[in-house]
């Protein structure tokens, strides 16, 4: 049983990590069409060495020295490999703050994406709420001060954990925003290198793989299950990136499956924060469903 959840796990972060990274793949084919074959190798080499060993590792270690730093950066790193006891009871105990901040950074991420951003519809409802998107900032700060309140009566620092959670969802989406602007910018431009173009998709990586990261702390807490998982599905989008980008786009709901997953998973993540048992097959079960309807959806549009 013990291997088939651990299966489980890895096959629901894979493709979570996937649907999730739709749109970075969209920047990053448009990106490589501008640059050449050998340009295109780097990318896939060199850039996938990085996504996954150095984003996808450093991402989850420093989240766990964050909510941990009584282990101090060498302990959080050798912590997430550890099968000491005491370790993981200390890790066990600083789960809700990481859960409370990730959930709160997952729902801001969703009624985001549901108000202000463009979108194919693909549930009655969306436009609604679409055409009423100056509700976005007065729904997102009634919840997180819903959440603190909770969260105050619980421990201080839960309280804390959500504002963090707020504040990391408005500084990684003013760097998204900055590169969408940038990428316009840089198709227009013929006189940069393909190294240049490089470095530049690989910071743009970073900045979306952090909603893929945090949303994994959903599924598990173990950081090697995340790196397995996240790293297979950092290598499935840069494959899709390369050899099959327009046929990926051509299913037009499989992002708002992939934001009614982070919907489910961040309340998932608020509600463990507080005690409340879930078990851990529920975060992968519930992906598979959502994005499997919505990519059921997406067959019927074809």
Request: aromatic share 16%; charged share 15%.
């Amino acid at each position: 049983m013990e291997i088939l959840l651990i299966l489980l796990t890895i096959i629901g972060l894979i493709i979570f990590e996937t649907i999730s990274s739709i749109d970075n793949a969209v920047i990053n084919a448009e990106v490589l069409s501008t640059m050449s074959q050998r340009g295109r190798r780097w990318f896939l080499f060199y850039g996938l060495l990085f996504a996954v060993f150095v984003v996808r590792g450093m991402l989850p270690w420093l989240i766990v020295w964050a909510t941990n730093p009584s282990l101090g950066p060498v302990g959080a790193l050798t912590a997430t490999f550890s099968d000491n006891p005491e370790i993981a009871r200390v890790i066990e105990e600083s789960s809700p703050f990481l859960l409370i901040g990730g959930g709160v950074f997952l729902i801001f991420l969703f009624f985001h994406w549901l108000f202000l951003e463009a979108k194919n519809y693909g549930l009655r409802g969306e436009r609604f709420f679409h055409k009423n998107g100056v509700w976005f900032f007065a729904i997102v700060s009634i919840i997180l001060t819903v959440i603190v309140w909770f969260s105050l009566k619980q421990h201080p620092f839960m309280a804390f954990g959500a504002v963090v959670g707020s504040t990391a969802f408005f500084i990684t989406h003013g760097f998204k925003q900055n590169a969408e602007m940038q990428e316009q910018q840089l198709l227009g431009k013929g006189s940069m290198t393909d190294w240049s173009k490089v470095l530049y998709l690989e910071v743009i990586d970073a900045t979306f793989s952090i909603d893929g990261v945090v949303g994994a702390f959903a599924f598990t807490m173990s950081v090697p299950l995340i790196l397995i998982g996240n790293g297979i599905g950092a290598f499935v989008v840069r494959e899709l990136t390369i050899s099959n980008i327009d046929n990926v786009k051509k299913y037009i709901y499989l992002k708002n499956g992939a934001m009614y997953s982070i919907f489910f998973l961040g309340l998932i993540m608020v509600i463990d924060s507080f005690g409340v048992y879930i078990p851990q097959w529920v975060s992968p079960v519930i992906t598979f469903i959502v994005i499997g309807y919505f990519f059921y959806r997406s067959r019927q549009c074809l």
